[in-house]
């Protein structure tokens, strides 16, 4: 089970190409910023991914707090 936090998935931003010796780490890092592979991974359904691959990156919203 892939836990996701503050943001939401409300769409695909990007699809990108896997290169060589990135990890889902790095692409997490350049595209959404550090911690956030969790997102990448619940859109694409793997936490997995190999060189020349697509990987959809996706666009995230903010979640809004819920009034008490």
């Given at each position: 089970?892939?836990?996701?936090?503050?943001?939401?998935?409300?769409?695909?931003?990007?699809?990108?190409?896997?290169?060589?010796?990135q990890?889902?780490?790095?692409?997490?890092?350049?595209?959404?910023?550090?911690?956030?592979?969790?997102?990448?991974?619940?859109?694409?359904?793997?936490?997995?991914?190999?060189?020349?691959?697509?990987i959809?990156?996706?666009?995230?919203?903010?979640?809004?707090?819920?009034?008490?």
């Amino acid at each position: 089970r892939v836990r996701t936090g503050a943001y939401r998935i409300v769409g695909v931003d990007q699809v990108v190409t896997v290169g060589e010796h990135q990890t889902m780490a790095t692409l997490s890092k350049r595209y959404l910023g550090p911690g956030m592979e969790c997102y990448i991974e619940a859109l694409n359904g793997t936490s997995t991914i190999k060189s020349g691959q697509k990987i959809k990156i996706p666009k995230l919203e903010l979640k809004k707090k819920k009034a008490k």
